[in-house]
Every structure is written in C-alpha cells, then in structure tokens.
C-alpha cells in the first residue's frame, strides 16, 4: 500500500465512524422508545391484573409475551394452583423413603484422622432429688428453625448446613435425602483465611443512645387504639395501609410506629392469592393517595417493606413528603403471642418490659424488633478495660462462610416406628425454659487456631480433652458404636429440605461438622462412647462476650416471671407474662443476628425503573414492583456467627444430657439419653417429646425441662411434624385441665 490509497483509507474510515455514531445514536433513540413501551406494556398486564376474572394466557398473547413473562411481571397471574405446586413435593415425599437414610462417608482419598479418647463417665443413678414446688408456664410455641445450605465442597474442608433465624418450620421426615458434602479447610495459603479475622472491622461499645420511637397499639380486628394512657376507636375503613395510617394519625399525630396486636389486615383476601407472601405483599404495596413507600436513606436506602409471611413491616412516608419521617406498621407477633390480649396489656407488657431492662441498663431502649433491641444491649455490655476494651474483631468473611454453612440451629427430628411403637402409650411435651439463657456464660473470642488431624494426634489425652471441652468447631468423621440402641448423637448433613439427620443406626459412618460440647458428649456419654475420628478443628479462646449481656436479661426475665405470678391484678400478671416471652425474643432473636447470615434485603422499585440485579419479584401493583434478593455477608461490625453456633451446639447437646448442679456437685441429669430407648418421639429445637413421663425436677430456672403437655394414649404414631403440633396442643390443653404435679 502506497501512502496516498492509506490517506484516502483514513478519510475513509473517518467517514465510516461518522455514520457509525449516527446509526448509534439512531439505535440509542430507538431502544429508549423501545424501553418506554415494553415499560408501559408491563404497567398495562401489571393493571389487568388487578381484574378478578384475568388469565395470564389471554394476556400474553394480546401482549406478545410468553405466559411465563406475564407471570413474571404479575405473579399474580400464575395459573398453575397452588394445591398443583405443593402437590409436587408431595409427590417426591410419596415416592420416597419415609426416612431419610443414614449418610455414609465414601471419600476417594482420606485425609489423616486421629481417634479421639473415649471419655466415658458412669452411669447416672435414676432417682432423681424431690420436686421443687410446681412452677407453671403458660404455653409457648418452640421456633424450629432450621434451614439448608448446599455449597460444593473444596478438596479440604467438610461442614454442616446452618439454620436461619428464628421462624417456626413445618417439615416432613418423609423426605428423599442423600449425603451432602460440606465445606473443608483448604491447605495452603487459602487456608490462612480461615484463621483470620476482616480488617478495620470490631464490634465497639456505643457513644450514643437511641431515640425512643413514639408507639401505639392497634387492635385491627375491634378497631381499639391504644395511645399514652388512653384507649380509643378508630373507623380503619377496608384496613388497608393507607387507611390505618390516615386513622392512627389523626388520632395521635407524630406517630412513628404501629404494633398491630390482633386482627392481622395483611392477611385480608389471602385467599385470592397463590401464597401467603404474595397475599402480603400486595395488601402491603395497596396504593394510597396520602402515603407511598419509605425507602429510608443512607444505608437503608431502597429498605422498604419487609415481606413475610406472618410478621412483615411496613414503611410508610407521607406522599407530599417521601423524604420525611416514616412511620412503620408492625406486628406484636415479633415479640410475643398476645394470646388474645387486648391493646391496654400490651402495651402494658411493653412498658413492663422497658422497666424491666432499665433497671439493667440505665440507656436502655426498646427499638422496632426483638434482635434490634437485643444487640443494642449487648452492645451497651462490652467491656471498657481489660482485653477486649476496643471491642471484639469480627472474623474474615471465609471464616463466617464456613461456620454459617456448618453451625446448624435448633434440632428438629420426628422419629418413626420402628424406632418408637406404632401406638404411643402417651405423648408427653417437655420444653427447656428459657433454654439459650442457659448457655451464655462462655464463647470462643479473638483469631481461632487450626488444629490438624496431625497436630490433634500429637496432643496428650488431657489436651485433647481440654481442646474438646473449650470453645471450638470440630471436623470429624462419626462411627455409631455397635448396639447402640438410643438416639442419634450428632447431625449428618443431608441433601434437601431436611439440612440434617441424626444417625443412630449401630456402624453407621459420616462425616460432619460439630462443636466441643456435642463432640464431648458422644465420647463421654454413659451408655457407650461413639468413635470420633478427628479431621481438623478451629480452636477459639475461651472468653465471656455474652456473660453479662445473658446475667442481665436474665435478671430482667426473672424479675418479670415473678411479677406474672405474685401481682394481684390479673391484667397486670398476664402483661407481666407477655413482658417475660418478650425477654426470651429479645435473647433468641438477639442471638440469631449475631449469626448474621446472609441477608435477605427486600424493597420496591417503581414500574417502569430499572430493577436492581438478582431480585426475586415478590409481586407488583400499578406503580410500584415489591422485589426481594439475597445481599451477601455485610461489614456488620456486630457479625459473630461463632457465638450463635457455640451456644446452639450446646443447646443441642443438653436436648441430650443435661446435669442439674447444687453448687459443684452433680445431683440429677435429664435430657433423651436418661429416657428410656424407644420413648422419645420428637426433638424440636428446645424441647421434647416422649410416650412417658419423667422424674426431672423444675426449678423454674433457665435451662429446666419444664412438663408442657400429658396427652393420654393410645396415640397413633406421628407422621408429620404438622400432626405433632396439633397432638402438642390437645396435650397442652389437656394438661391445664388436669393439672400438673412434675
């Protein structure tokens, strides 16, 4: 090529960019118009379906869309019943196994194990010390809570599925599942993470108080308002948002939150929906001339509502006025079951409940939810001097990946014939009071140290004692010791909806992933050692972050259980008892956000916008699309998934064996392992099923097996954890009849 035919290829090329950029721009032009009109055709399917009688198919093809598309813009539309959908795991639950079987570990090459000493202690005697005098507690429901995480394992490392935080599940145990591979350690450089903690990020003891929030309680059933010491009615029209706002506001001006205590709107017309949530979700997103959706600011911008099933939260803004103060309606559910109390107890119960925690922290603020409160406490506890005065490190975020995915929750299991009778004499609910409050007085602190297979071996059989009995996280596989006859030990993961079983079949392998206390327990328990073949561990140091915050709650539970028991006024007893289950939500739930799992972060988005990546549309009205997605590990400085998982192994581990201690001696066990084999029928988080009665006292201290429910037998052998709850409460009822002489 000469240099004039490369000038004129210049000029050429000059002129192609010329027209490229024009056609660009045409493309640009074209593509907006093409954006406005999918946007507006979206908000026309979105508007026909508010119609009662509309049909996705008729839609889509007037819209030249898919029936799926249509479904995806207006889940309301979806024509499969919703009968059809839970017939299909209905269907898998029918063609499979109606148990789970036992994982057995087959892996290609084995890392280097070490055996773990058996640390068999004596049999316990039976009798048991006489019974303190009868402590009665009005029924509670027990949070089963557990949930599956499947994650493909790396060449090193074997973990458990974690359990999210608190939400009552109905599970069935006839459910197909298979061994799940977890999580291991990996070698190398990669490894150093998982003995590290994230930079720049410590939980520190507040400069500040909260603002107290002005509240009031509505009863949406009977339309009774209850503001400051008054009780007044209010005309709350269709109970829509919009409605309740413009009603409590006018009443009592400045009102920034709403318990609703009975009546529960969200749940109006469900039955026209598919599923509860999307039921919530529209009664949430109901449009309002005088109120739209608060999407906070800052870190909360695009907050929004909360959708869930039973407990949502919904925040509102004036529309004059997005950008002002919201006001949030809420459920009373969050904090306890009102049990049919009306308004005046429960905000009685709220304010015997701040009472209550001022008398233990002079700052202390109830704020909108139960975990929100708990972990401002605690954060009011941590020290000023000594170690951990600048405040506690949070782990690295690989470190609380593996511990979320390998430090289950509450056990649940119901077990089957042939491993109970097929007719139960009884069925008979015992439930652990107050069961975590029990459990706090140590935790693992600071950076953990990897213990290898290797270094595990070369301890003495006191240090490896030691290890087992402090704060640590254990990778091992499992034996189950020949003629073993009880209860399984320790969870196996599982594939499906299940996350874990507890294999109690005698030479059953797996391997799993377990805290000291539960990995102390199968070597020492006094029927027979199991054989723990350690794979690796995370050792912590042994520390008390959550001592005092677990004393003071404590002290306020107690002094509120003792108010509901000795006060004269029958009101004032029964919001004392309400005061009390609010205690307990604000440990069990506090304790949960530590956990921290990954967050489910819900908001809306108006039509026509840009939906925000990886968003599930939960439903979507004429202006607004109601979406929710899962956000990933945040830098929460208050993120301690180390605690929650130490304090659930050994809440599991004392559903087993639990000592009863005057002083330092030992004078009674209770827990599975002293029933007799065959007898226990259901585990559910912090409490127990048997067919028989038990000789373990109750102290009305926390931690004790309290006598819940008697049902007398013959009872057919369960077969669902729903049939369970509904046996549980003809027990509970029929125990109050007879009364209780545990």
Known sequence: MDRKTYTAELAGLRELRTEITAAEKRVAAAQKELDKLTAQRSRRVAGLAGYEGAQAPAIAKAAGLSVGDVVRIAPLLDPTPAAVRAAKADDQAAAAPAQAPAPVAEPVAEPAVAVAPALTRPAPVLEQPAPAAPVAEAPTEVEDQAAAVERPAPAALVVPAASVAPVAAVERPAVAAGPRELPILPEGPAGARFEAVTTGLVSKRPNFVQQARATVFLDAAAGMLAVRDQVVRVDLGARTPGEILDAVLATAPGTERIYITAGAPWHDGAERYSTLKDAVAAWLNTPSERWTTAVGSGRDKLAGHFVHQR?????????????????????????????????????????????????????????????????????????????????????????????????????????????????????????????????????????????????????????????????????????????????????????????????????????????????????????????????????????????????????????????????????????????????????????????????????????????????????????????????????????????????????????????????????????????????????????????ERQPWPYRGEPGDYLLKGHLTGPVEYLVSQEQYLKLRGLGRAELAQKGTDQ
């Open 311 to 691: 407990q949502p939260v919904g925040r509102y803004a004036p529309a004059s006025a997005p950008d002002s103060a919201t006001t949030e309606i809420r459920s009373m559910g969050e904090w306890f079951d009102p049990d049919g109390a009306d308004v005046v107890t429960c905000r009685q119960a709220f304010t015997l409940l701040w009472q209550a925690l001022r008398r233990h922290w002079d700052d202390a603020v109830l704020m909108g939810s139960p975990s929100q409160t708990g972990r401002d406490l605690w954060s009011r506890t941590i020290p000023t001097t000594g170690k951990w005065a600048g405040g506690y490190p949070v782990l690295s975020e690989e470190l609380r990946g593996l511990l979320h995915a390998t430090g289950g929750q509450g056990r649940t299991e119901l077990l089957l014939p042939p491993r109970v009778p097929e007719q139960l004499p009884a069925l008979v609910e015992y439930d652990r009071t107050f069961a975590y409050a029990k459990h706090l007085w140590k935790s693992p602190v600071g950076t953990p140290r990897r213990i290898t297979a290797a270094a595990f071996a070369a301890m003495t059989e006191a240090e490896q004692v030691k290890a087992l009995m402090s704060c640590s996280h254990w990778n091992v596989r499992v034996t189950v010791p020949a003629g073993w006859n009880h209860v399984g030990l320790l969870p196996a993961p599982v594939t499906r909806d299940r996350a874990w079983v507890y294999p109690s079949e005698p030479g059953t392998t797996f391997t799993t992933w377990a805290g000291g206390a539960e990995i102390h327990l199968a070597l020492s328990n006094h029927i027979a050692p199991w054989r723990i073949e350690v794979l690796g561990g995370l050792l912590f140091e042994d520390g008390k972050p959550l001592d005092e915050w677990g004393k003071r709650l404590k002290a306020a539970w107690a002094d509120l259980t003792n108010l509901s028991k000795l006060h004269g006024d029958e009101r004032q007893r029964q919001a004392a008892y309400l005061a009390s289950r609010a205690v307990r939500s604000v440990l069990l739930f506090g304790l949960g956000g530590f956990a921290q799992r990954p967050r489910l972060v819900s908001g809306t988005t108006p039509l026509g916008e840009a939906l925000p990546a990886g968003v599930e549309i939960l439903g979507q009205d004429d202006t607004v699309v109601t979406w929710q997605r899962q956000a990933g590990f945040s830098r929460d400085p208050y993120a301690h998934p180390e605690w929650a998982a130490y304090v659930w192994s050994g809440a599991r581990a004392a559903l087993l064996d639990m000592k009863y201690r005057q002083g330092k001696d030992v004078i009674g066990y209770a827990g599975a392992l002293h029933a007799k084999p065959g007898t226990v029928v259901y585990f559910g988080t912090d409490g127990i099923a048997l067919t």
